[in-house]
């Protein structure tokens, strides 16, 4: 079974520019979430899919983070502009249903540094 | 809101000794508990689970009982290894979403 895709792996900006990550959630899978790592951190959830609607974004900087999850599948996530403390790991995770105790798997990661 | 507390780390350790990582949570419905380890350079992976109270979640030597009374949920191992190195971290879902604590880093020392 193929496991949560991310891309790009690392990405390195400056600061006041946009970047965009890429996610494929593992087949079938309804939830998909956004978490931002930062280094010595916990992840932190940013955003959490049912199928292509958003069930909880209540800790995405909305000013400058957009995600859409299209079709229910693939999603993206956006930052723009990027800020220094922004710099962390961005890791997507996808569940088949999180209310039956499912557990999720967790993609690689995007190393995010902001310059 | 919901929320995970963990024992602060780091916890070094000697080969063959005990281990406990405290984890407490706060949650105002009845959700599914987690332990994930991110070994050095991998991703996060689960390593075990417990759905309801009782329930006790083992994998690999690690177990850890879900307590509703205490609200806790512990790892602990008999005998870790230099290869349990690693960062763990407790997690919960529930209804709306799945959280996590700080993390708890551990080195096993030969």
């Known amino acids: 079974e193929a496991g949560v895709a991310q891309s790009p792996r690392y990405k390195i900006i400056e600061k006041r520019q946009s970047v965009a990550f890429w996610c494929n959630p593992i087949?079938?899978?309804?939830?998909l979430y956004w978490y931002q790592q930062i280094l010595g951190q916990g992840p932190k959830l940013l955003i959490q899919f049912q199928n292509n609607g958003v069930v909880d974004d209540s800790q995405l900087p909305k000013d400058r983070f957009s995600a859409e999850r299209l079709k229910g599948v693939d999603s993206t996530l956006k930052i723009q502009p990027a800020k220094l403390e922004d710099s962390a790991v961005y890791l997507c995770?996808?569940?088949?249903?999180?209310?039956?105790?499912?557990?999720?798997?967790f993609g690689q990661g995007t190393r995010l540094t902001v310059v | 809101g919901d929320s995970v507390t963990q024992m602060e780390g780091p916890v070094t350790l000697s080969e063959e000794a005990f281990l406990t990582i405290n984890c407490t949570y706060t949650?105002?419905?009845?959700?599914?508990l987690f332990w994930y380890v991110q070994y050095p350079g991998e991703g996060l992976q689960l390593l075990l689970k417990?759905?309801?109270?009782?329930d006790k979640g083992s994998n690999k030597g690690f177990e850890a009982t879900y307590r509703k009374e205490t609200t806790s949920f512990h790892l602990e191992k008999g005998s870790v290894q230099v290869s349990d190195s690693a960062v763990y971290f407790c997690?919960?879902?529930?209804?709306?979403?799945?959280?996590f604590g700080a993390g708890t880093r551990l080195t096993v020392k030969p």
């Open positions: 087949s079938g899978h309804a939830t």
């Open positions: 995770a996808s569940s088949l249903d999180p209310l039956t105790g499912a557990e999720a798997f």
């Open positions: 417990a759905t309801k109270a009782d």
């Open positions: 949650a105002t419905g009845y959700p599914s």
């Open positions: 997690a919960l879902s529930d209804d709306n979403d799945m959280r």
